[in-house]
């Protein structure tokens, strides 16, 4: 099993940018598809952006289109999610989470679907 750690989160204000990072130790990274989650107070976790094993597919969730990019490099066991013109209903504590994944083409926006989860980075955006 994969083990994730989120990094680069904090505090930031609104239309600013920040990249949060997902490290992962554990099997090889490239055998998992990667998905981009984030909870704020009082709600439920919700989908953000999932991205294939290899790459070749990402998904976002349509309040984050245009706005996020979801990223990632095998070489370094680490996935990416580079956002932009950050709003106030963005803070959250974001969360990455991995699935063990036979297929290099699929992405997965179902909590349910992944198998390891990382800690949380909080991100908070002041108005």
């Known amino acids: 099993q994969v083990q994730l750690v989120e990094s680069g989160g904090g505090l930031v204000q609104a239309g600013a940018s920040l990249r949060v990072s997902c490290s992962a130790s554990?099997?090889?990274?490239?055998?998992?598809?990667v998905g981009w989650f984030r909870q704020s107070p009082g709600k439920e976790r919700e989908f953000v952006a999932s991205i294939s094993r290899i790459g070749v597919s990402k998904r976002y969730a349509d309040s984050v289109k245009g706005r996020f990019s979801i990223s990632r490099d095998n070489a370094k066991n680490t996935a990416y999610l580079q956002m932009i013109s950050l709003k106030p209903e963005d803070t959250a504590v974001y969360y990455c989470?991995?699935?063990?994944?036979?297929?290099?083409?699929?992405?997965?926006?179902?909590?349910?679907?992944?198998?390891?989860w990382g800690p949380g980075t909080q991100v908070t955006v002041s108005s």
């Open positions: 989470a991995a699935k063990e994944d036979p297929y290099y083409r699929n992405t997965y926006d179902s909590a349910s679907a992944y198998d390891s």
């Open positions: 554990g099997r090889a990274f490239t055998y998992y598809s």
